[in-house]
């Protein structure tokens, strides 16, 4: 059984750093793509970054330099350095993984969420 357990959310104030991370364990053929997605109280949830296997990465425009995905795909992990945040960054995120459990099977997979709160 595939599982993303994410680590790292908490409460900061306007301007602070928090930095996320993101494992996947459990059986599988190969992780093809890594993504954060938040969702704030009563909006749809929206994809923040992502990042593939062969290190291309796309941010939402919200957070274009602000924040930085990186990652090793091929140890299972991903992580999300959030800087100079603001009050809308507050959300919980979510880990995302696009994982192929056999050769020929992908399936998206997300973590549990973990609540970043930016207060001012």
């Known amino acids: 059984q595939v599982r993303l357990v994410e680590s790292g959310g908490g409460l900061v104030q306007t301007g602070g750093s928090l930095r996320l991370s993101c494992a996947a364990s459990?059986?599988?053929?190969?992780?093809?793509?890594m993504r954060w997605y938040r969702q704030a109280p009563g909006k749809q949830r929206e994809l923040v970054a992502a990042i593939t296997s062969g290190d291309s990465t796309n941010y939402a425009d919200s957070v274009k330099g602000r924040f930085t995905i990186s990652g090793d795909l091929a140890k299972n992990t991903v992580t999300l350095q959030m800087n100079s945040l603001k009050s809308e960054d507050t959300a919980v995120y979510y880990c995302?993984?696009?994982?192929?459990?056999?050769?020929?099977?992908?399936?998206?997979?997300w973590g549990q969420g973990t609540q970043i709160t930016v207060s001012s």
């Open positions: 459990g059986s599988f053929f190969s992780i093809y793509a």
């Open positions: 995302n993984a696009e994982i192929g459990t056999t050769v020929t099977l992908t399936y998206n997979y």
